[in-house]
Each structure stands twice: as structure tokens, then as C-alpha cells.
């Protein structure tokens, strides 16, 4: 293990209203929904334990006293903070978190539960030498695909396949000095095409496995999966 990892400032986002999961999210914010009786919250929280992360800073928004309440009783060698910045951007969320620490940090969505190596990340971005590293995973396709010549000839079926494209799904690992170029920036979409232009974002490969909870339909594909998270009972 990374003798740093202990030290290693944690922001997970959980400002977010997830109107899609609506009416479920009308009293709870999204990173309180919870998949088998517990709030996805708890499950990121169980696996950034297990990878011997000790800081948590949960940047709240929406609802942030019931994220504030249920951190503020949950049992863990951990030390784990809320930072409320009311009805903001992402990364004014960041911004504000990152006012209390001054190394490298990590940041995560709150609505998303993988079984990142946070060691092999740390190794590859000191390896990539920039100043952010992304974790993306290979998308998987919603629907058959059907393969054919240019005859229209079908050749195949492929069942909702792995395709050799990448999505981000947070686990943003970044030098503290991104704070500073982050002050000119008040949108973490604009940002994130920002860092892409200025050369300084890598991406990391994420091959295992990774559940994200936007819809009522992913949330009941969590409920299958969640098991397979290391860290979760």
C-alpha cells in the first residue's frame, strides 16, 4: 500500500439533487438512496476504508443536513467531514473542500461506487506526470449490436457488448495546485474541457467493476451488483 495513502485528502460530492431518481429524492439527496437498506453514501465510504484512505471531506448541497447527520453517527476509524456550500456548481464544491488541506487529493461522485485501486492510481499519475488524472471505464453498450458486410450481410450478434469507448466515472486524483487554476473557473463542465486544452489531464483505465445509481433502472441493477464490492458485508 502507498505509505501516503493515509494522508490522502478525500472529497466525495454530494451536493446532487439527482432529479432523475425522482419521486425517491424528493426528502433524501441522491447519495442517500439506499441500495439493500443502506445509502450508497455508505458503501463508498465502506470501500475507501478498505483501500486505507483515513480523510473525508462530503461536499454537500441539496438536503446536506441528512449527509451531515448520517456521517456525523457513522462508525469508522475515519475522520469524515461535511463542507456545505448550498445550491452551487460542482466545483465551487471543490474549491470550498479544499480550503482545509493542502496535498494532493482525490475526488469522487456520490453517486458512484467502484472498486478503484487507489494505490495503482496514485502510481499512475505520478507516472503521467500531469497535473489531474481522470478514471474512465470501457462503456457498455444498452442494446445488441448487429454486425454485417457492406452487402448487408449480417454476420454476427454481439449482446450488449464491451465497446472500446471510455466514460469518466470521477476518481479525479489532482495536485493541490489545480486549486489555483480552478479559481478561474466557475463551471466543472467548462473545467473539465479546460484541463483537456491545457494538456494536464490524464486518464486512468479502470477494467473492475463500477455502479452508478442516476436512474431507478441502474438503481435496481445495484441492487445485484453492490455484493461484489470489496468492503461491503
Known sequence: ???????????????????????????????????KGQPILSYILAYLQSEGIKKIHTAT???HQLVHDYVDNYLTPMTVKTVFSG???IIKRIKDAGKSFSGDFLVLYGDTISDVNVNEL?????????????TVWPMRSQFGLVEFDKNGK???????????KYMNIGYFYFNHEILKIMDDYDDWEVFLYEMVRMGILAAFK???LHITVNTVEELSLAEKNIVN???VE
Not at 439533487?17 to 441500495?35: A, F, H
Not at 449480417?154 to 472500446?164: A, G, N, Q, R, T
Open 1 to 35: 500500500m502507498n505509505e501516503n495513502i493515509s494522508n490522502l485528502d478525500v472529497i466525495i460530492l454530494c451536493g446532487g439533487k439527482g432529479e432523475r431518481l425522482r419521486p425517491i429524492t424528493e426528502s433524501i439527496p441522491k447519495p442517500m438512496v439506499e441500495i
Open 61 to 63: 448541497g441539496y438536503k
Open 87 to 89: 445550491d452551487a456548481d
Open 122 to 134: 496514485i502510481k499512475f499519475h505520478g507516472e503521467a506526470g500531469l497535473k489531474a488524472t481522470m
Open 154 to 164: 449480417v454476420h454476427s450478434f454481439l449482446e450488449k457488448p464491451i465497446l472500446d
Open 206 to 208: 479502470h477494467e473492475g
Open 229 to 231: 464490492i470489496p468492503g
